[in-house]
Nanobody, 121 residues
Framework: QVQLVESGGGLVPPGGSLRLSCAASGSIGSINDMAWYRQAPGKQRELVAVISSDGRTHYAASVEGRFTISRDNAKNTVYLQMSSLKPEDTAIYYC???????????????WGQGTQVTVSS
């Protein structure tokens, strides 16, 4: 019923930039918070950044000042602009959206399939 499709991952040298996108599609009523998480090998999944439906943002301390989360509500899309990338940013990045289905009450979290980001020279 609902799909979150990420794009924009890849290999980038230290200090480089990447922009991730995540588009939600399907029978969507409304979308509340949208977020990016990441999971590095051997580590737990962690929150990177979150943005509310009215544009309020929160970042993990490790990415504050380097990453920017934004969203286009008309396109049901969330973005993550990543700059000054470090090798420790290497991970699979997952999109998350708390949304309600059309004609249904209540909301649930949905996840994308993940996109690999590798920071290496």
């Amino acid at each position: 019923q609902v799909q979150l499709v990420e794009s924009g991952g890849g290999l980038v040298p230290p200090g480089g930039s990447l922009r991730l996108s995540c588009a939600a599609s399907g029978s969507i009523g409304s979308i509340n918070d949208m977020a990016w998480y990441r999971q590095a090998p051997g580590k737990q999944r962690e929150l990177v950044a979150v943005i509310s439906s009215d544009g309020r943002t929160h970042y993990a301390a490790s990415v504050e000042g380097r990453f920017t989360i934004s969203r286009d509500n008309a396109k049901n899309t969330v973005y993550l602009q990543m700059s000054s990338l470090k090798p420790e940013d290497t991970a699979i990045y997952y999109c998350n959206a708390d949304l309600s289905l059309r004609f249904y009450l209540g909301s649930s979290p949905y996840w994308g399939q993940g996109t690999q980001v590798t920071v290496s020279s």
